[in-house]
């Protein structure tokens, strides 16, 4: 079977999702072409025909860009496209094909649009184009799947978006904290995000400002000192920046790692601070980790970790500073919650279940 895999600019949990289904469509004898951005393609081990994605020129192709990519689809079995843009250039693609040159359309949406109205109201409108237009439509979240379907879509289902196998650290703690200058008694919270509105970095900044006043009043009795680390890049760099020395937060900006589970294993806490996520693979990883979680209830996050994360109202810094405070004062609890996550994660699915779904979507 010959599928063609579309995806738009991504240097986060989106592309290793590719990566990882290609990698293993690929093994089983299948013919795997990817489209994408050449950044994703530079900071993802993927193999694609590199075509021009659109970053702030616009949303979708040139007249050209859609013309190449039809005749790519029209020698595919399938086209399956991750997220909204790229489900509607598939999508407006392939409806150009004749019936009998036209492959099987299947989209992902791994995020619901975050923005001010304009963007909503240009994301609804790809939503529609993407629900009549897609064979199938798979979302990472519940929610992500009732919009699809009340916007008329034929099939629809939730993805398996599974975490990467887990791989044994090459650091202890000890050597990880002291690499990020963690004194001697702090507390260490952990946060990998792409640096964008989806995010929560104004809860995380306010939390943090919270914690710090904590801390100063004496109300970590376990601890002398905190530190948060944040691992990612993004549009918010800035922000975060500005907030960290403003205000005199109590957090590290590392910028982009790849090493992430070194972090993760090495973390008192792992927080999310997010508005919105899917089925978020970091977390995945810190739970296989069994770290203990505190994150925001939003999205899929509550579908991946079941009992084992600590969930939050999200845009609530007072209650998440609150929650972070009564488990770094309660190691007990603290091992339970990681505990928790363990065993939780061995219940998630795995790559090839993953993979199972797709050929389901594929072949009808």
Not at 84 to 89: C, D, E, F, I, S
Not at 100 to 119: F, I, Q, Y
Not at 136 to 151: F, H, K, Q
Request: glycine content about 10%.
């Amino acid at each position: 079977m010959k599928i063609v895999m579309v995806l738009g600019r991504s240097t986060g949990g989106i592309a290793g999702h590719v990566a990882a289904l290609s990698a293993f469509l690929r093994d089983r004898g299948h013919d795997i072409v990817v489209v994408t951005h050449p950044l994703t393609a530079q900071r993802s081990d993927l193999d694609p025909v590199r075509l021009w994605w659109p970053g702030s020129a616009g949303p979708v192709g040139s007249i050209r860009d859609l013309g190449r990519f039809r005749r790519l689809a029209s020698t595919s079995d399938v086209a399956h496209a991750h997220g909204l843009r790229a489900g509607a250039l598939v999508v407006l693609a392939v409806r150009s094909l004749s019936r009998e040159r036209r492959p099987r359309v299947v989209v992902t949406l791994h995020n619901v649009p975050v923005g001010g109205r304009a963007l909503r109201t240009f994301s609804s409108g790809l939503e529609k184009v993407v629900a009549r237009g897609a064979d199938v439509v798979l979302g990472v979240s519940g929610d992500l799947v009732e919009r699809a379907r009340a916007l008329g879509a034929n099939q629809t289902a939730r993805a398996l978006v599974p975490a990467p196998s887990w791989v044994p650290t090459r650091r202890t703690a000890a050597q990880v904290r002291e690499s990020l200058g963690v004194p001697d008694g702090a507390a260490l919270l952990i946060t990998v995000a792409r640096l964008a509105a989806q995010k929560g970095l104004e809860t995380l900044c306010d939390t943090s400002l919270l914690l710090k006043a904590r801390l100063d009043a004496g109300d970590l009795a376990e601890f002398t000192g905190l530190t948060w680390v944040v691992a990612g890049d993004g549009p918010l760099e800035a922000y975060l920046a500005g907030r960290i020395e403003t205000d005199g937060l109590p957090v590290v900006a590392l910028g982009r790692r790849d090493h992430v589970p070194e972090l993760l294993a090495a973390a008192d806490l792992v927080i999310s601070t997010a508005v919105w996520e899917g089925q978020p693979i970091w977390l995945q990883e810190a739970m296989q980790l069994g770290a203990a979680i505190v994150a925001t209830d939003v999205g899929g996050t509550s579908e991946v970790t079941g009992g084992g994360a600590s969930l939050v109202p999200a845009g609530d810094p007072p209650r998440m500073a609150g929650r972070i405070v009564d488990l770094l004062n309660d190691r007990p609890r603290r091992l339970a919650l990681g505990e928790a996550a363990f065993e939780r994660a061995h219940e998630l699915p795995t790559i090839a279940d993953a993979v199972a779904q797709l050929m389901r979507a594929y072949t009808g």
